[in-house]
Structure formats: C-alpha cells, structure tokens
C-alpha cells in the first residue's frame, strides 16, 4: 500500500481544521517548532518530525474524550503512514493510549509536549509576556509550585527526560531553545 507523505501545509491545514482555540493552535506550532529542533540537533529529519509535533493534538479541542482516537481515525482516513500515526499516538502514553513511547522521535515527543506547556506558562506570567527573558532557572523556579500551570505533569517530564537519557535541565534548556526560535509564531 502507498501510504501519503504530508506536507507541512497538509497537517497545518488539518490541525486547523479541527483547532479553533489559538492556544491549542499555538501548543502545536510549539510542539512543532521544538521537535524540529531537537531533529536537527540530533541529525533526523527535521520535516517528519515537526509534522508530527504540529499534529499531536489534533483531536483534543472536538473530542477531548476520545484524545489520540479520533485522531488516529483521522490520519488513516488520511492515508497517513502507521509509523507516523504510532508515533502521534505515543504522546499521550498511559493516559489516552497504551502505545509506549519506543524510536527518538516518540520519546522526545513524550518528553516535550508537557514541558511546552509549562514553558509557555512561565513567559505568560513574565511582564514581557515572552519567552526571551526566560531561562532554565525560572522555569525550574515555577517547576517548584505544584499550583502553577497545574496541568503541565511533571511526571510525565521527568519520565520523558529518563526514556532521552537525559538530565532534567538539559532537556528543559533544549525546548526552550526550540521555543524562542519560533517565539513570534506563537505570540511569545
């Protein structure tokens, strides 16, 4: 079977479809932006892995009780290939699915798609309200207060920086590299 390799045009116009919320639109240009980054750092292609950062949640805003279902109906009505799907399913291990993270690129996604939240949240609360004054220790500073953007899960950070084999800090340090490079696209 000929499965479709989507451009990034094609999964922008499909999170558009199904995401109205700019800041459900702006978590995927974030998630996006990130695993971009984290693909070129680490020699993998770059546009696979951002596709599916954009696309991650794609279903969330209509069906957040069918999270990763719907959307893994999407992508094969869409004729999207099954490691592609599997890996935009991977995100959401031990909530929404049982498809545990296994390849870089699902590890990383794990491991990053909480942390953007929560570094998002950090420069909200910036009288810049921007990421450029932000740095590893204010967002390890906000890490502190459970209270404080309560529905970034932590543990879900600290698991994903464990399946990268990487430290705590040096993974916050990357994502929030990732983010102040796309910072203008998605308002910070």
């Given amino acids: 079977m000929e ?3 989507p451009t990034r045009e094609e999964a922008l116009s499909l999170l ?5 919320t700019q800041s459900l639109i702006n978590h995927g240009l974030a998630v996006e932006g990130v695993m971009r980054y984290f693909a070129k750092i680490n020699g993998e292609d ?12 794609l279903d969330y805003e209509k069906y957040p009780e069918q999270h990763c279902t719907v959307t893994k109906q999407i992508l094969e009505a869409e004729n999207w290939h099954p490691t592609w799907i599997r890996a935009v399913l991977s995100h959401a291990y031990g909530f929404t699915t049982d498809v545990e993270p296994q390849t870089n690129l699902e590890k990383t996604l794990f491991a990053i798609d909480e942390l953007t939240g929560l570094i998002t949240a950090v420069a909200l609360v910036r009288p810049s309200k921007s990421l450029s004054d932000v740095e590893v220790e204010s967002i390890k500073k906000k890490w ?6 309560a529905g970034a899960n932590r543990d879900v950070i600290i698991k994903g920086a464990e399946m990268l084999n990487m430290q705590l800090d040096d ?3 990357k994502t929030l590299k990732g983010m102040k ?5 998605i308002g910070l």
């Fill in 3 to 5: 499965y479709k390799v």
């Fill in 16 to 20: 558009l479809k199904y995401n109205e």
């Fill in 46 to 57: 770059e546009e696979m892995w951002g596709i599916i950062g954009l696309v991650h949640d």
């Fill in 144 to 149: 502190k207060e459970k209270s404080f953007a």
């Fill in 171 to 173: 993974l916050i340090d």
């Fill in 181 to 185: 490079i796309i910072a203008t696209h």
